[in-house]
């Protein structure tokens, strides 16, 4: 008996509560999982989770033992890490969830460098909006803009996310330019449908604020489907920069009402103080941080070129 495994094992079905998502986690087959915990059951002399055909909850024995398994995995995988790092090939797989409107336009440079880097770490990539616990979905890490789901949950800010609101130069010609945060209830608008401040958009000019609720004729969790909108003359939309940055700066879309700020998320590293897999997570966010820095180059070409305000309002 691998022990250690199966310790492992205890964990990933103590953390998502499902044999079958246990199994898919670790890419092996259910009744692969249920030995394990069977014959860790056995050594241990006592059951460790209390089954049925809906539920899987953790005994007392096994409550008692979950955090110092979760924290024996942990390190146990750190230290393989470290020692493999000695010899300048620390390997493995690191699961990370990220969202798409990160991903696409700004992430395959970045992951062919860490590759390049480290050549024997295996990047599982997972892209989607949906707002995910790091421990319950079985990643190492989740980049995303939402706080974190719990508070045994660490989140590192790794740079700001701003926000515009922007439309073609051909509809700003066929309809009236906003002046004010108010003229926008006379456009066409395409919001995101995922930030917490749902249809509460509150806006920052000279001190002071605006806060007004606005209805969207386009509301859709795809920030691309909505620069895609906006360049086909439809309407105003919402955007992050590090999404309408290359249009903006093409001339294809036009920031609007750019004295009027709206506050800036963070893109934070989402992930559990006890990852089986801290070595090298750390070595991932480190390289995002040194390249993207606390200014993401997008921003930081749209505040030179005086497109958008050098001021971050927080979120």
């Known amino acids: ?23 898919r986690q670790l890419r092996v087959a259910k009744s692969v999982v249920t030995n394990r915990i069977q014959q860790l059951e056995e050594y241990v002399g006592a059951p460790l989770f209390h089954r049925s055909t809906r539920v899987v909850r953790l005994t007392e024995i096994g409550q008692a033992f979950q955090r110092d398994c979760t924290e024996l995995v942990a390190r146990a ?8 790092d000695v010899k300048g090939s620390p390997s493995g797989t690191l699961t990370i969830h990220a969202l798409t409107g990160l991903v696409l336009g700004h992430f395959a440079a970045l992951i062919h460098e ?13 892209v989607s909006d ?36 922007c439309a073609s130069p051909q509809y700003l010609e066929a309809s009236k330019e906003p002046k004010d945060p ?4 006379d456009h066409k608008l395409g919001l995101y449908s995922r930030y917490p401040s749902r249809d509460r958009w509150t806006f920052h000019h000279e001190g002071k604020e605006i806060t007004l609720y606005l209805h969207a004729k386009l509301l859709t969790n795809s920030v691309h489907l909505l620069r895609e909108y906006a360049m086909d003359h439809a309407g105003i939309v919402c955007l992050p920069t590090l999404v309408a940055s290359e249009a903006i700066k093409k001339g294809h879309l036009k ?57 971050l309002i927080q979120g």
Request: charged share 25%.
């Open 114 to 126: 860490f590759q390049e880097r480290y050549p024997d770490i295996r990047l599982d990539l997972n």
């Open 182 to 185: 108010r003229d926008l209830h």
């Open 255 to 311: 920031v609007v009402l750019p004295n009027h700020l709206l506050s800036s998320f963070w893109l934070s590293a989402v992930y559990a103080g006890t990852s089986r897999n801290a070595f090298k997570l750390r070595l991932f966010i480190e390289h995002i941080s040194d390249r993207f820095k606390r200014l993401p180059p997008w921003d930081a070409e749209l505040i030179e070129r005086g497109l958008i305000s050098d001021v």
């Open 1 to 23: 008996m691998d022990r250690l495994q199966n310790i492992e094992t205890f964990v990933r079905v103590a953390q998502t509560q499902n044999f079958s998502e246990a199994a």
């Open 77 to 84: 995988g750190d230290l393989v890490d470290q020692m493999r």
């Open 130 to 165: 949906s707002v995910v616990d790091p421990v319950k979905a079985g990643v190492d890490c989740a980049l995303q803009i939402f706080p974190a789901t719990s508070t045994e949950l660490i989140a590192r800010p790794l740079f700001p996310v701003r926000r515009v609101f």
